[in-house]
Nanobody, 124 residues
Framework: QVQLVESGGRSVQPGGSLRLSCTVS????????MGWFRQVPGKEREFVGV???????ALAESVKGRFTISRDNPKNTLYLEMNSLKPEDTAIYYC??????????????????WGQGTQVTVSS
């Protein structure tokens, strides 16, 4: 089964930056469309961004201009570069593999495999 492992989450001050990573194994990473989601306790999981197998990208309006999604296929790794962080960015961040590769999806039901999440905390 496809395995995803997120890393890079930590506590950071408002205005700071982080880069999250997601390493994928037991799958053909180059063929996958990959997404980032985030979730806070008691709330719905929220779409953050997606990057296609063809490197096309889409970002949620709440993070556009601050976050960048990218991938490094030789490393089987997905990235989320997070800049100008705000307290409302505090969440567990998850990476996921889309069930199909051809159309960029922004809802949870479009994804087949998920990582365990990494905690990002933005506070003074």
């Amino acid at each position: 089964q496809v395995q995803l492992v997120e890393s890079g989450g930590r506590s950071v001050q408002p205005g700071g930056s982080l880069r999250l990573s997601c390493t994928v194994s037991n799958g053909t990473f180059n063929d996958y469309t990959m997404g980032w989601f985030r979730q806070v306790p008691g709330k719905e999981r929220e779409f953050v961004g997606v990057i296609g197998w063809n490197f096309y990208t889409a970002l949620a309006e709440s993070v556009k201009g601050r976050f960048t999604i990218s991938r490094d296929n030789p490393k089987n790794t997905l990235y989320l570069e997070m800049n100008s962080l705000k307290p409302e960015d505090t969440a567990i961040y998850y990476c996921a593999v889309q069930a199909t590769r051809y159309t960029l999806r922004s809802t949870e039901d479009g994804y087949a495999y998920w990582g365990q999440g990494t905690q990002v905390t933005v506070s003074s």
